[in-house]
């Protein structure tokens, strides 16, 4: 793995503080940056020495940067290289962690310039908790990493990013189109989310002290970051509408079924998905 001289990290919470804790203790880089939008945000990720030194000055802090990671949430990825493409250096390749590409990328390839290089990356790794006290290096271990590719990559920038994500613990790393990626992620990660959070929001509170692990496991995902979730669903939101549609398919298929006692219906319903289940890989 090429070691950097200087990597910037835009984005200091809990995906970007764990980059910046898995870079520092693998030694992938001389100096890390950290770069956020408030002066405490910095402050928290120098007491967890998840960054070397940091800035709420963007274009400061990418200044002389060979790396760039952009760990915000997705509405605020293109803005952010919108302002800083005039400040990087020639070769410098740029990748963010954001769970929508599509418009992303396409946007992104119009702004730079030739010798400026963006690959699309996203770490399927996090947590319902946020903010860099809850960063840890091992976060993105034997994960699954997809980054995307398009005919302006470059094959050796997209090898470089391929390798940094290898080497902070993603142990697979897989090709996709943006295209491919936002419809399949819409699907298995979008969709998940939207379904935890009408759940809960389906339970009424008094009923809450009753709820134990089936209701706890299935809805651990409701408690990630709001601002973050809207700005997927503005982002995705034809794939995940198209989700959504299926989803209820499957729901009104239930409700029939159970609505007219149908338990052969019930049985191969609950059957399929057990063994669909059975079949994912952990």
């Not at 419809?183 to 939207?194: E, T």
């Amino acid at each position: 793995m090429k070691k950097f001289k200087r990597v910037a990290i835009i984005g200091v919470g809990l995906i970007g503080g764990s980059i910046g804790l898995a870079i520092k203790k693998n030694r992938l880089a001389d100096e890390v940056i950290g770069i956020g939008r408030h002066q405490n945000s910095i402050k928290k990720a120098l007491k967890f020495k998840a960054i070397d030194r940091g800035t709420i000055d963007v274009q400061e802090g990418v200044s002389g940067a060979e790396f760039v990671i952009i760990a915000t949430p997705v509405g605020a990825i293109v803005p952010v290289v919108r302002s800083i493409a005039s400040c990087l250096k020639a070769e410098t390749i740029i990748t963010d962690t954001g769970s929508t590409k599509k418009e992303i990328v396409r946007q992104i390839e119009n702004l730079l310039s030739p010798d400026i290089y963006f690959v699309g990356s996203h770490p399927m790794a996090g947590s319902e908790k946020h903010g860099v006290e809850s960063a840890k290096p091992e976060l993105f271990r034997d994960s699954v990493c997809l980054i995307t590719k398009t005919p302006h990559t470059k094959r050796g920038v997209l090898q470089i990013v391929s390798q940094f994500w290898n080497s902070i613990g993603c142990s697979r790393v897989r090709f996709l189109s943006p295209s491919d990626h936002d419809i399949i992620i819409a699907r298995v990660s979008h969709l998940p989310h939207i379904v935890a959070t009408a759940l809960v929001n389906s339970v009424d509170k008094k009923d809450l002290s009753f709820a134990s692990g089936g209701f706890k496991d299935t809805t651990r995902i409701a408690s990630s970051d709001p601002r973050m979730w809207v700005d997927i669903c503005m982002s995705n939101s034809k794939c995940i509408l198209k989700s959504l549609n299926k989803f209820n398919k499957g729901i009104e298929t239930l409700r029939k079924a159970i609505s007219v006692k149908d338990t052969k219906l019930l049985m191969a319903e609950f059957g399929r998905a057990k063994r669909m289940r059975e079949k994912l890989i952990v």
